[in-house]
């Protein structure tokens, strides 16, 4: 194998080591998509990157050597690169696929424009399925500015999109088909060979095919990027009505308590006649019923208005407290929360709106046995500040459990409740179980907060 090395062209061996070097890219632009989603990015990525060096240029030996197209030898990576960013990274497999098919694609976008350059400038003199200098050339180029141009997409807009909350996760299990079969296209159905490149407007017509399909594809991921920032602001906006529309009807309950503080006010003196009468006809049975029903008032027994400082949090136990309350059920709920987190207060009243929500729709269902909410909240100021989150719930109904994802009793399909507060936890750090026994159903939370 040495000695016919030794005897080659320097320039053959060169060239075929230089069409491994672009697909070394699209490993580089798999890292830049996934760095957000690694622990200890750094180095994993500068490890992979040397691995990845000494790989590609033994494939460019392997395939010089056998005359095997460097497709050969990039389609193999290409699984061994997504097995490798599943072990390393957070990213479930879907957007693991997509990570490695985007790349894929503008791998063999690249390649196939060098090589319609190489076509064009030397013709027949061309050597067939390989780049000359020219390619090279061209080749070498795009490697550089194509990461450079598509940093900030790749970077930063792809990824956030990953964990958007906005996004249904089925959704990733099929969007990323649409980047694998426009890679698979751009592999096998492209004329490649020199015969068919050469014959009258051939190539004119690959160069136009292969421009526009990769405007397209930018165009594509644009829109399906937008659409989902739309579906963000729409979500965010959402919480923000519900949060005023929570502290609306806190305000109207504290409203409506002093508007019975006033009448039980105005009535004081009525009530104390009453006793006076009683006591003056010496019928101690008559003064114990009336102070009986008197102690039975809401006003001298009230739910609690102050859970804790936090106001927007507070705001929200008022009011999902008291309507469980309304339902019959024992409510003992306990939050030492302090007036500022580092949290946005949407994000914590739909946090925690959600899982009281599906608490009292648990115990508007239940039919026997005694209903019961007891939540427990407390927030660490660490180091590491965290914030712990235990909600227990009586239910009498069956739970239905496909892995993590429970069956919504609102519609055919997974509940959205407990999707939103996992992807919550995982957006922070932390984690969110979900426990039934029969008779009480569990959700505890528990998310990392910057100190």
Excluded at 232 to 256: C, F, I, P
Aim: charged share 15%; glycine share 4%; hydrophobic share 50%.
């Amino acid at each position: 194998m040495i000695e016919f090395i030794a005897s080659t062209h320097p320039s053959d061996l060169f060239f075929a080591i230089a069409e491994q070097i672009n697909a070394l890219m699209g490993l580089l632009l798999c890292l830049i998509m996934a760095w957000d989603h690694m622990p200890n990015p750094h180095r994993k990525s500068a490890l992979l990157a040397a691995v990845g060096l000494v790989w590609f240029v033994s494939c460019g030996v392997f395939c010089h050597c056998t005359g095997l197209a460097s497709t050969w030898t990039v389609l193999p990576t290409a699984v061994i690169i997504a097995a490798i960013l599943g072990r390393i990274s957070d990213l479930p497999l879907p957007q693991v696929l997509i990570v490695v098919s985007t790349a894929a694609y503008i791998v063999a976008a690249v390649y196939y424009l060098a090589l319609l350059t190489d076509v064009a400038a030397l013709g027949a003199r061309s050597t067939d399925q390989r780049v000359g200098w020219p390619g090279w050339t061209a080749l070498l180029l795009m490697d550089i500015i194509v990461p450079v141009s598509l940093w900030h997409p790749l970077h930063v807009s792809i990824p956030k999109t990953f964990g958007s909350p906005a996004v249904d996760g089925r959704f990733w299990n099929f969007i990323w088909l649409f980047p694998f079969i426009s890679a698979a296209i751009a592999v096998w159905c492209l004329p490649v060979d020199n015969d068919t490149l050469l014959m009258n407007r051939m190539l004119g017509i690959a160069f136009t095919i292969d421009i526009a399909y990769s405007c397209f594809m930018a165009l594509a991921y644009a829109l399906i990027w937008y659409m989902i920032r739309q579906s963000e602001r729409l979500l965010l906006a959402s919480r923000k009505e519900h949060y005023a529309d929570v502290q609306t009807l806190q305000l109207q309950h504290m409203n409506e308590r002093i508007h019975e503080a006033r009448a039980i006010k105005h009535n004081v003196r009525h009530h104390i006649q009453t006793l006076q009468a009683l006591a003056a006809a010496d019928d101690m049975d008559g003064i114990r019923d009336y102070l009986g029903q008197m102690a039975e008032h809401p006003l001298l027994d009230p739910a609690p208005m102050q859970y804790c400082d936090h106001a927007a949090l507070n705001a929200v136990l008022v009011y999902y407290c008291d309507w469980i309350r309304h339902k019959g059920a024992d409510v003992d709920v306990k939050a030492s929360v302090p007036q500022y987190i580092a949290i946005n207060n949407a994000e914590l009243c739909s946090l925690v709106g959600n899982l009281l929500e599906n608490a009292c729709e648990a115990i508007s269902r239940q039919q026997e046995g005694p209903r019961s909410l007891k939540a427990r909240i407390r927030y660490h100021d660490g180091p590491p500040a965290s914030l712990f989150i235990v909600v227990d719930n009586s239910y009498d109904s069956s739970v239905t459990q496909v892995d993590d994802a429970f069956a919504s009793t609102k519609h055919s399909g997974n509940g959205l409740g407990t999707a939103t507060i996992r992807e919550t936890a995982e957006r922070h750090h932390g984690t969110a179980a979900f426990d039934y026994d029969g008779d009480t159903f569990r959700a505890s939370v528990m998310l990392c907060l910057p100190d």
